[in-house]
């Protein structure tokens, strides 16, 4: 046996040892992101070959080719507003410090991972560090339920789990948490620091949450995310200074179908018009991390379009991150959830996702 062999078993058995130290997993969840611009059009086919983004009769045949054709369209803008940002998306960045603070503070016994659906770190990546012996938990940083956003995750990560021989029985997720009282909590944080940026008149502030749209017809199948969207919109509301006023509305409307209204810029028109709004705080509340939506589509592209309209006074409001509060919500959910499962009955009491064509 050669030295590198040697030397290759023992990294290997000690790889295996590191990931039997710990009793379970937490997984986190979410799309990804270009890290480069040079990596914006992988990132783009990625995203447009998934069946629960692009659905299509025929989808098998079809989608691929369609989403050649969308890419091929859309790249250069997409690029373009990278560039704006730095070149990449820093969700993976700040998902891997939400990671070390998410371990720090469930201890010695959970190992935190990242798992991304269109790029890397991509699910599989994840299963190097997991062991079909541990309890796994799906934790999610959508925190209100999409078939096409926590939906897709949890189905490519039970597909690359039966692939690998991980049985579904130690697999748990945490659906969703709209209501997560740490969660509120920390948007809650996030936005008084927005207010105690600068003075205000709450007769001239006006306070936007803003949304991912999706489209009409995953409402009108019985997704509850919009549901969601409004009970966590409902609860931050009352929480505003007396007097601001606020709305809702949803952003990154693509394609020619209906999608969930009213749409932000939309919004934003219509509050130029008003004359009287001088203040605007647009609040990102379906993300918790920043990225290319929030970063750009709300920070830039907004902060233009409510200028230009005479809105001089233009807040866009920090996702949670790693925000101790948000930190803090995630650590409770797992502890939830790790709970729900009795030591001697490691049962998946979650739905069981067929991967669709």
């Not at 079809?62 to 790249?75: C, W, Y």
Request: aromatic letters at 8%.
């Amino acid at each position: 046996m050669t030295a590198a062999v040697v030397e290759s078993s023992q990294e290997n058995s000690q790889m295996a040892q590191d990931i039997g130290a710990f009793t379970y997993a937490v997984v986190l969840l979410n799309m990804g992101g270009p890290d480069s611009q040079n990596a914006v059009r992988s990132f783009l086919l990625n995203l447009f070959h998934d069946p629960d983004i692009l659905r299509l009769p025929g989808g098998k045949i079809t989608r691929p080719l369609l989403a050649r054709f969308i890419v091929s369209r859309r790249l250069e803008r997409v690029k373009a507003s990278y560039g704006k940002i730095g070149g990449g998306s820093p969700l993976a960045k700040i998902m891997g410090e939400q990671a070390k603070l998410l371990a720090e503070k469930l201890g010695s016994r959970a190992r935190v991972v990242c798992a991304m659906r269109y790029w890397h770190p991509f699910t599989d990546e994840a299963f190097a560090t997991l062991s079909p012996e541990q309890k796994i938990i799906l934790l999610p940083l959508y925190p209100h339920w999409c078939s096409a956003t926590s939906g897709s995750s949890f189905r490519e990560f039970y597909k690359v789990a039966a692939q690998k021989g991980f049985s579904q029985s130690n697999i748990v997720e945490v659906k969703s948490y709209p209501q997560s009282e740490l969660f509120l909590k920390a948007w809650e944080a996030r936005i008084a620091e927005s207010f105690d940026a600068g003075l205000f008149d709450p007769a001239t502030t006006h306070v936007v949450f803003s949304a991912h749209g999706v489209p009409l017809s995953l409402i009108r199948k019985g997704d509850p995310y919009e549901k969601e969207i409004r009970s966590t919109f409902e609860s931050l509301v009352c929480k505003l200074p007396h007097g601001v006023s606020s709305s809702l509305a949803f952003q990154s409307r693509v394609g020619p179908v209906r999608w969930l209204e009213p749409d932000v810029r939309a919004v934003v028109d219509e509050l130029g018009g008003r004359k009287n709004v001088k203040t605007l705080i647009v609040v990102p509340i379906s993300f918790t991390v920043d990225n290319l939506e929030t970063l750009f589509e709300l920070n830039i592209e907004l902060r233009e379009q409510a200028l230009e309209l005479g809105i001089s006074d233009f807040r866009c409001v920090q996702a949670p991150n790693t925000h101790k509060l948000f930190v803090d919500a995630l650590a409770s959910l797992a502890n939830e959830t790790l709970q729900q499962i009795p030591e001697s009955q490691k049962t998946n009491h979650i739905t069981n996702y067929k991967a669709m064509s």
